[in-house]
């Protein structure tokens, strides 16, 4: 049972467009949500999260959207850089210990 | 200073090796974490570990043991390792478990032989 799930496993955009890499959830109980980039060989970096109480948080280029009643969330990134290529996960948790990853997008930003 | 560091980098061991996997942070981290990554699937959480204790063990089989001997330091000893047991391992901690950030090293690849 996926609970967190990101259907899009590959997306390709040129160099200084937007970026918008989609993540959906099942779990009405979910309160924060994460993103998270990886490199191939590294261990995943956070790039930027929301809690259930907004709807928008804006970072540099980054900028997640979150919809409840459609338990969807986004990554907006712009502009779009060829160092942006990566795989990103969306993650979601409950307030407890357990963190839910979706099985990640992977984004080239072509040059 | 978001640091959490792994050791070793690489490890190729036989299926009759004992080894352990380190895991160090310095951030005051009461929460701390092993997952298991294979190639193109999401982090899979294995253990998790709060104020030193063990809170979580997903079903994982006892050939991976974890062990915290204090607040900074989380190991996974493994023994008698199967080949579908290859995997990217990783660490990670975050201030407690209310606080959802979690922070992740950059992991410990593992080949079983």
């Known amino acids: 049972d996926q609970q967190v799930k990101q259907n899009s496993p590959s997306l390709s955009v040129q160099e200084g467009r937007i970026s918008i890499l989609n993540c959906d959830y099942t779990?009405?109980?979910?309160?924060?949500f994460l993103w998270y980039k990886k490199y191939p060989a590294e261990g995943p970096t956070f790039l930027i999260s929301?809690?259930?109480?907004?709807d928008k948080n804006e970072d540099g280029r980054f900028t997640v959207f979150l919809n409840k009643s459609a338990k969807h969330l986004s990554l907006h990134i712009v502009p779009s850089q060829p160092g942006d290529s990566a795989v990103y996960f969306c993650?979601?948790?409950?307030?407890?210990?357990?963190?839910?990853f979706g099985a990640g997008t992977r984004l080239f930003v072509k040059a | 200073d978001t640091e959490v560091t792994q050791t070793p980098k690489h490890l190729v061991m036989g299926m009759t090796n004992k080894k352990s996997l380190k895991c160090e942070q310095h951030?005051?981290?009461?929460?701390m974490y092993w997952y298991k990554q294979k190639a193109k699937k999401p982090p899979e959480l294995m253990f998790v570990?709060?104020?030193?204790?063990?809170?979580i063990n997903e079903s994982v089989p006892s050939r991976f043991s974890p062990e915290c001997p204090n607040s900074s330091l989380l190991n996974l000893h493994l023994h008698a390792l199967q080949p579908e047991d290859s995997a990217l391992y990783l660490c990670?901690?975050?201030?407690?478990?209310?606080?959802?950030?979690?922070?992740f090293g950059e992991g410990s690849w593992l080949t079983v032989v």
């Open positions: 990670a901690s975050r201030v407690e478990a209310a606080r959802n950030t979690i922070y």
């Open positions: 779990n009405s109980m979910f309160d924060y």
């Open positions: 929301i809690s259930s109480i907004k």
């Open positions: 993650a979601a948790s409950a307030g407890g210990f357990k963190t839910i």
């Open positions: 951030m005051g981290h009461r929460a």
């Open positions: 570990y709060s104020y030193e204790k063990l809170s």
